[in-house]
C-alpha cells in the first residue's frame, strides 16, 4: 500500500470544535464591548489562539499590549476548556470513527496534525486517543500551517517518508501545509476552499480508507 500514515487535522475534520471557540470569543468580545458574528469567526479557523485574538481586535478595533493579550487569550481559553471538558463520543462528525477504524485495519499508521494546545483534551473527550500513534498539537510546533512543521513532525517521528502519507485537512492553510511537506493532501469540505487538495470529499461519512487511498495520484507532487 503506498499509504504508510494518515495524518488527520482535529478541529473540522474530527469534531467541530469551531463552534465552541466562537462561542468563547464572542463572550470575549462582548466583555470587550462589541459583537463578534459567525461570519468573522471563519476567519479564525486552523489559526492559533494568538493569531486568532489579533483578528478579534482587529474586528473590534482595538488596541491590546502584549501582557494584556496574554491575559485575554487565557481568559478565552478558560471558557473554552470548560465548553469543551463537557464533550462526549456523540460529538465525533459522522463517518470519522468508522474511518479511524478503517485505516487503521489496513495497517495504516494514524496521527493527529493539528493546532490547537488542547488536542489531547478533546480526543480524550471523544475516546479517540486510542487510535493515534502520534499526536502533533499546538505544543509541539512553532511555525503555524501553512508552514508544514505539523505534518513533517508527525511522519519524522514515526520514521515515514512524506510520500506514503496522506492529510485530511478542512482548512485551506492545512492543503498547502500538505502539500509543502511533500504529502497527499485531501480536502474535508467546501471544494471551493479546497481546491488545491490532491482529492476532496464533503465529509468522512460513507467514504472507505481503502478505496480513497487507490484514488489519490501516483505522487503528491
Ligand atoms: P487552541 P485545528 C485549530 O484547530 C482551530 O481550528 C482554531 O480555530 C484554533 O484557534 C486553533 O486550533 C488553536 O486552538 O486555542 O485550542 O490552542 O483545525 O488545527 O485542529
Ligand atoms: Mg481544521
Known amino acids: 500500500m503506498k499509504i504508510a500514515l494518515a495524518i488527520f487535522d482535529l478541529d473540522g475534520v474530527i469534531v467541530d470544535t469551531a463552534k465552541y471557540h466562537y462561542q468563547a470569543w464572542k463572550r470575549l468580545a462582548a466583555e470587550l464591548g462589541f459583537d463578534f458574528s459567525e461570519t468573522h469567526n471563519e476567519r479564525l479557523k486552523g489559526v492559533s489562539r494568538m493569531r486568532s485574538l489579533e483578528i478579534l481586535l482587529e474586528v473590534g478595533g482595538m488596541h491590546k499590549t502584549p501582557a494584556e493579550m496574554e491575559q485575554l487569550a487565557d481568559k478565552k481559553n478558560r471558557w473554552y476548556v470548560e465548553y469543551i471538558s463537557a464533550m462526549d463520543e456523540s460529538e465525533i462528525l459522522p ?3 468508522e474511518f479511524l ?3 487503521k485495519a489496513a495497517g495504516a499508521k494514524i496521527a493527529l496534525g493539528s493546532a490547537s494546545k ?3 483534551l478533546i480526543l480524550d473527550r471523544l475516546n479517540l486517543t486510542r487510535f493515534f500513534d502520534f499526536i502533533v498539537d ?3 510546533v512553532s511555525k503555524a ?3 508544514p512543521e505539523v505534518f513533517s513532525l508527525a511522519a ?3 520514521k515515514i517518508a512524506p ?3 496522506v492529510v485530511f485537512e478542512d482548512a485551506a492553510a492545512g492543503i498547502e501545509a500538505a502539500k509543502r511537506a511533500g504529502m497527499f493532501a485531501v480536502g474535508v469540505g467546501d471544494e471551493h476552499v479546497l481546491h488545491e487538495a490532491h482529492l476532496i470529499i464533503p465529509g468522512l461519512e460513507g467514504v472507505s480508507f481503502r478505496q480513497l487511498c487507490g484514488k489519490l495520484p501516483e505522487q503528491p507532487t
Do not use: I, S
Request: contains cysteine; glycine residues 10%.
Open 163 to 165: 510520500a506514503r502519507c
Open 101 to 103: 477504524q478503517e485505516a
Open 138 to 140: 499546538g505544543t509541539l
Open 156 to 158: 519524522e517521528k514515526l
Open 145 to 147: 500551517k501553512p508552514d
Open 118 to 120: 488542547n488536542a489531547h
Open 95 to 97: 463517518g470519522a470513527l
